[in-house]
């Protein structure tokens, strides 16, 4: 089976991955990979226009990677079952399901593993394949088009990663549009441990025009029928720790939360994750 994949760059160990905006914010190498992930979002009391909420909303997810060339990779982002343990308004409006998937191609344009320099650019789209009581299958799907790239510093011991990119529909009467810029910085306190803290800007360039007037748009796993959303600006950041004992394994946790008056509909975000790398 492994004889069919390709194996990961592995020129580029002594980065990490990021966790913040999960579902967008790419690592810019060409890897082949498995990546379990779950979340614990909680929602904030009120949300939007005054609609009562709270509670919380668990995903169990995983990504796939797959390097197709030394350059280019196929890139699975958005799957999962999404588990509704929300309050208020909300409660009435999501229930559990399935996530939409995103899939699509990423392709290195810069490498140089002697400066740590890597920049890569790609495209996902989003099927709307979920389920509508999970808030998933809306409209025809979105495209994400984004640019990342990573930097090493300090011989190794240090890394910085950004991503930008624009959330595009298909329909955008029900879907709204929005910017997103991503960033990360870790220091390696040992061979195997991590700590970082990343960054993640949401701005909303368009609303859905069919949509109600929620005041809300769930960022990055879900896009909301929200009529009013447009020039909203949503800022979070995260502070975690990864635990990295070869290439080929990798795990770590974050705890999330917004630092922006308007919080979308987090009121904080606990993630874990585990990475199985060729």
């Known amino acids: 089976m492994l004889d069919l994949l390709r194996p990961s760059d592995h020129c580029f160990d002594d980065f990490i991955s990021p966790m913040i905006n999960f579902v967008f914010f790419e690592d810019p190498r060409t890897v082949t990979e498995l990546r379990p992930i779950f979340v614990n979002h909680w929602v904030p009391n009120t949300i939007g226009n005054n609609i009562p909420a709270g509670g919380s909303v668990q995903l169990y997810a995983a990504q796939v990677r797959v390097a197709l060339t030394e350059r280019l990779s196929v890139i699975a982002t958005k799957d999962g079952f999404i588990v509704d343990n929300s309050e208020g308004s909300l409660a009435g409006l999501l229930d559990d399901g399935w996530a939409d998937v995103s899939a699509g191609l990423k392709y290195n344009l810069l490498r140089d593993p002697c400066s ?34 990573g930097q090493r510093l300090w011989d190794g011991n240090a890394h910085v990663l950004s991503s930008v990119g624009y959330r595009l529909p298909t329909d955008s009467s029900l879907q709204s549009s929005a910017i997103h810029w991503s960033n990360h910085f870790d220091v390696r306190l040992t061979d195997k441990i991590y700590v970082f803290t990343e960054l993640a800007w949401w701005h909303w360039t368009d609303d859905a025009s069919q949509g109600s007037a929620l005041g809300v748009a769930g960022h990055d796993l879900f896009n909301l029928r929200s009529n009013d959303v447009a020039g909203n600006d949503l800022v979070t950041q995260n502070v975690g720790m990864r635990y990295k004992p070869n290439g080929h394994i990798e795990t770590g946790i974050a705890y999330e939360f917004p630092l922006t008056g308007f919080q979308d509909v987090t009121e904080s975000r606990l993630m874990v994750d585990m990475i199985l790398r060729y």
């Open 116 to 149: 740590g320099t890597i920049v890569s650019t790609g495209f996902t789209y989003e099927m709307p394949v979920g389920s509508s009581d999970a808030l998933q299958g809306q409209g025809d799907g979105e495209f994400n088009i984004f640019l990342t790239g």
